[in-house]
């Protein structure tokens, strides 16, 4: 509750605040606190973006963890900042001993976040959201603390010299604000490239122990008793040692949490420029499972029944030259080229070090069939929207759209009414676009969505899906991590420019047979598709994504 009161005369110094008792000049004094609100307010948006970055990637949907984050802190900062009211008779004891909480909370969250995925995200029950229950802890509790640092600090630098209201608060938030980018600005540019998430929390909860430490004890110690400081060095001296150990121990950590998500068969695991790449199998008979920010992309068991069902029904017509959109672990490429008369294959994948691995790495370029030794596979490293606007007009007979689950928010440009205009562009006026849309059985709203924006794009559609998976995970890009939510089939759509294209496998002289997929089981798996349609759903677009 806000409480009310008469404003003091100008200068009036509460009754608390005693002559400053400073070991600097009032001016470098009041400099060191702005100086040290500028190094808060950094640690503090770091803490805040990889509570995002890493709920992005364990929970999916970017925008809605963002929310979450950004909505709960922002009010959590304003109930901090009423709270805090209370402390300001002893402004440099409860800054000191703030600051080494949040050091505490905010260093240890990502580190507490993951590990909650990794060993409980399979529960289910009433536990099913605790990573998400978790991630709104995390976030009250920081921006509590946040936000009681603005009152104490107001006091404090009032406390070095009086000077108005509006001044000092000017002055307070030009350095919080300032600090905040240069925070915004080190978390993906410099600390997540070259520390990682996890080290770039704790050596983050690090910095901020020692700056807000360091201010109250160097600036401020004449305010404190002999037992506070004592205290405060105690607790500042624990959280430094508790944050140093799980440093130093991190990497152990997060080989025993990959192995708790992954099996303990894991061969490869990198963090690239655009996601994390995890292998696992693939030697001495065990399956391949290729994972890329936590979803199976690649499953050994049955990664050729979802890349026949994408290509092959693409194939049956002209098929010179054709377009793969993702796909850069090489199998779309293999079954492509398995058909006769195929000219040029041109890939275009975000990550060159999926394309890398899909070359160099035994095991995975075994199972594309060394689909990128073939001189007519050339490979473009681009996003796909991006490159779509600058592809040449009717040049591909077929394109493939073998991109990440539509329910993933980075995905959702990638099945808009634009993304699909720029491919009908790019199609023959005989050409065929194929399209991953999701699991039909799990989430149907999201496929005919994509079926309902293909149509929106002038194309003309005809669904399919494929199901009785080999193995309980999902292979192929959908929106899974765990056995217990993997989607029971595929779903996808193949489109054509002029007329509806009629769902046959290849029937030219040398075509090659499916192993998994025939005519009868493709014919009865799109009337099963079709016995799902829900009707009068809008077209997404990039400005209003419906997934």
């Not at 209370?86 to 001993?97: E, Q």
Request: aromatic residues 6%.
């Amino acid at each position: 509750m806000i409480e009310p009161h008469a404003p003091a005369p100008p200068g009036t110094r509460p009754p608390w605040a005693g002559p400053p008792r400073l070991p600097v000049r009032p001016g470098t004094g009041r400099f060191l606190v702005l100086a040290g609100v500028f190094v808060c307010a950094a640690c503090g948006l770091v803490y805040e973006l990889e509570l995002v970055a890493l709920a992005s990637y364990l929970i999916g949907d970017s925008v809605t963890q963002a929310s979450v984050v950004l909505s709960v802190m922002v009010f959590a900062m304003g109930i901090g900042s009423l709270a805090a009211k209370r402390l300001r008779p002893h402004a440099a004891a409860g800054f000191g001993a703030i600051e080494a909480l949040l050091a505490l909370v905010g260093g240890c969250s990502a580190l507490a976040l993951y590990a909650v995925f990794a060993w409980t995200g399979d529960w289910g029950g009433m536990w099913a959201h605790g990573p998400r229950a978790l991630l709104v802890a995390f976030s009250l509790t920081i921006g509590l603390l946040i936000g009681a640092e603005v009152p104490l600090l107001m006091e404090l630098i009032q406390r070095i010299r009086r000077q108005d209201a509006g001044g000092a608060v000017a002055d307070l938030f030009a350095a919080d604000y300032v600090g905040a980018l240069v925070g915004g600005l080190a978390f993906p540019f410099l600390l997540l490239p070259l520390l990682g998430q996890l080290s770039s929390a704790l050596i983050t909860g690090a910095v901020n122990a020692v700056v807000g430490g360091a201010l109250v004890l160097g600036l401020f110690r004449g305010d404190l008793s002999r037992r506070a400081r004592w205290l405060l060095v105690i607790a500042n001296i624990t959280v430094l040692g508790i944050l140093a150990s799980a440093a130093v121990l991190v990497d152990d950590f997060e080989r025993a949490a990959r192995h708790a998500v992954y099996g303990r068969d894991v061969r490869v695991a990198i963090q690239t420029d655009v996601q994390e790449v995890v292998i696992t199998g693939g030697t001495d008979g065990r399956p391949l499972d290729l994972f890329l920010d936590g979803r199976l992309r690649v499953g050994g068991r049955d990664a050729r029944r979802y890349h026949e069902a994408l290509v092959h029904p693409a194939m049956s017509g002209e098929h010179t030259r054709v377009l793969i959109l993702g796909g850069g672990d090489g199998l779309a490429a293999r079954e492509v080229l398995r058909h006769p008369g195929v000219h040029r294959v041109d890939v275009v994948e975000v990550d060159p070090e999926v394309v890398r691995l899909a070359r160099e790495d035994p095991a995975l370029s075994r199972l594309n069939g060394d689909a990128y030794d073939d001189p007519r596979v050339h490979v473009m490293t681009e996003d796909a929207f991006r490159w779509l606007r600058l592809a040449p007009p009717e040049t591909y007979d077929v394109v493939i759209s073998d991109l990440p689950d539509p329910g993933i928010t980075a995905s959702t440009k990638l099945y808009s009414q634009e993304f699909y205009g720029l491919a009908r562009r790019a199609l023959a006026p005989h050409g065929r676009l194929a399209v991953h849309a999701g699991p039909v059985s799990s989430r149907p709203r999201v496929f005919w969505t994509a079926d309902a924006t293909l149509r929106s794009a002038g194309l003309r559609t005809a669904p399919y899906r494929v199901s009785g998976r080999d193995s309980g995970f999902t292979a192929g890009p959908d929106r899974s991590t765990r056995p217990t939510r993997a989607p029971q089939d595929w779903g996808f759509i193949l489109a054509a420019r002029r007329e509806r294209p009629v769902l046959r496998l290849g029937t030219r002289e040398g075509a090659p047979r499916p192993e998994t997929l025939t005519q009868t089981g493709l014919t009865a798996d799109a009337r099963a598709a079709e016995r799902t349609r829900i009707g009068g759903l809008g077209a997404s677009t990039v400005l209003h994504p419906r997934y």
